[in-house]
T-cell receptor, first 113, second 113 residues
């Protein structure tokens, strides 16, 4: 069965700092990869996704992620965070032809103004 | 706003009771997914329906059941409720039955006392 690991459970940083959240998955076949964000009290929103093609994916709100197949990783980055980026971030995976999202445990990010 | 709606927003009930959560997918989407988000288990896939038929099953308890109606809305029925069933229940929808982007609703927060 596939699984997803997010190594950082909590991240605290100041505004304008750079953010990188790690995500590794375990599945030997072709996968689709997602990052979702959950702002306090809100539902999950899609930040970006990777299905195929250019492994560097740009999403909304200045986020990007890089798929490194050899490392089974899909790390999320943002060069300069804002206070409004305070949220919980979830990495998720489906098998290429599949539909069940398998989520990582989430990373809570707190951006101090 | 993802276009996925869920009712009710909050539900408080007692152990042993039965509740029904409702979800309306985005216009045109044929698949509905149910997920449970709890502190100890994280975000877990429960079940998927596609165009009225069950498509995939995850970690769904036997006390839980779901269905999708001809108008494509879905209901998740939770019975013989236990304290541990307290969680956020999210519905998501996608256009197809297979791989694709899932858009999440605002969730129903269930509290079992």
């Amino acid at each position: 069965a596939q699984s997803v690991s997010q190594h950082n459970h909590h991240v605290i940083l100041s505004e304008a700092a750079s953010l990188e959240l790690g995500c590794n998955y375990s599945y030997g076949g072709t996968v689709n990869l997602f990052w979702y964000v959950q702002y306090p009290g809100q539902h999950l929103q899609l930040l970006l996704k990777y299905f195929s093609g250019d492994p560097l994916v740009k999403g909304i709100k200045g986020f990007e992620a890089e798929f490194i197949k050899s490392k089974f990783s899909f790390n999320l980055r943002k060069p300069s965070v804002q206070w409004s980026d305070t949220a919980e971030y979830f990495c998720a995976v489906t098998q290429a032809a599949g539909n069940k999202l398998t989520f990582g445990g989430g990373t809570r990010v707190l951006v101090k103004p | 706003d993802s276009g996925v709606t869920q009712t009710p927003k909050h539900l408080i009930t007692a152990t042993g009771q039965r509740v029904t959560l409702r979800c309306s997918p985005r216009s045109g989407d044929l698949s509905v997914y149910w997920y449970q988000q709890s502190l100890d288990q994280g975000l877990q896939f429960l079940i998927q329906y596609y165009n009225g038929e069950e498509r995939a099953k995850g970690n769904i308890l036997e006390r839980f059941s779901a269905q999708q109606f001809p108008d494509l809305h879905s209901e998740l029925n939770l019975s013989s409720l236990e304290l541990g069933d307290s969680a956020l229940y999210f519905c998501a929808s996608s256009a197809s039955g297979g791989a694709g982007t899932q858009y999440f609703g605002p969730g129903t927060r269930l509290t079992v006392l």
